[in-house]
């Protein structure tokens, strides 16, 4: 899930592939400037890729959170999810759903 419901997960009993409750620069992740974003940014990807994520569901139809942060604003996990992007993007309500094939 790229965004603020990931109170999913525990209804799911998945684990999120990013320990962070919700997106937030400067509060739960780092800002975009911060040199350590792009250390953040690869290990979120690398995340995502060793669990093996087969859906990418986005809080929003414009693939953004609430606070407009969209999925391109972090590089190593955009390009990943583009590479492995399977299928239409579908839509749940308000929510976007990629499906993604595993490597």
């Known amino acids: 899930l790229f965004g603020d419901y990931n109170l999913v997960y525990a209804m799911t009993g998945r684990v999120s592939p990013s320990p962070f409750l919700w997106v937030h ?4 992740i ?4 911060d040199p350590l974003f792009p250390k953040y940014d690869r290990w979120l990807a690398d995340n995502v890729r060793t ?14 959170n609430y606070l407009g942060i ?27 759903v990629w499906e993604l094939a595993t490597e």
């Open 25 to 28: 620069e400067g509060l739960t």
């Open 70 to 96: 969209g999925i391109d604003r972090f590089p190593a996990l955009n390009e990943y999810v583009n590479r492995v992007r399977a299928g239409a993007e579908q839509h749940v309500g308000g929510f976007a």
């Open 51 to 64: 669990a093996k994520v087969r859906w990418l569901v986005f809080e929003h139809k414009d693939r953004i």
């Open 30 to 33: 780092p800002f975009e400037t």
